[in-house]
C-alpha cells in the first residue's frame, strides 16, 4: 500500500513537473463598450496596454505614470456609462409596469379608485424620477468619458 502510494506521488510530482510552462503572449485583462466608447486592456508582462476608442478615433497606449490616472479615469467613466444604462432600461421597464398595473386598476376596480391611482401615481413618479437619474448620470459620465478621451488622444 505504501509503495504505491510513494509512486502515486512521484507520477503526480513528474507531471506538474514537466507542465510546467510561461506563455508570452499577451491577455486580455480587461474590456468594455458603452455608447460610443469601449476600452480593451492588454496585459504583456509589466506592461499594459489600453485600446480606447470613441467611435470615430481609436487610439493604443501604453500605460505609465503618466497617463494612469487619465485611464483609470476613463475605465470608471465608460464603467458608469454602463451601468447607467442598465439602470435606465430597468427604471423604464419598471415605469411601464407602473403603467400597466395604473391601467388595469383604472378599468377593474370600481370601489376606492381614486386613492388606489394616488398610489399607483406616486409609483409613477417615483420611477419618473429614477428614469430621470439614471438618464442625467450617464450623461454626467458620458461627458467624463469624452474628457478623459480628448486628454489621452
Known sequence: MRISFKLFVM???????????????????AEKKAGDFHYNIKADGE???????????????KEDKNNQRELDQFREAVNEMSVQKFSLIIY????????????IFYKKVAKRKRELMGIVALFGIYAVYKCYMAYEFFVQAQWDANYYFAALT
Open 92 to 103: 423604464i421597464l419598471y415605469l411601464i409596469f407602473i403603467g400597466m398595473i395604473g391601467y
Open 47 to 61: 506592461t499594459l496596454t489600453w485600446s480606447i476608442g470613441d467611435g470615430k478615433k481609436q487610439s493604443e497606449l
Open 11 to 29: 507520477i503526480v510530482f513528474l507531471l506538474n513537473l514537466s507542465q510546467t510552462c510561461v506563455f508570452a503572449s499577451p491577455q486580455i485583462v
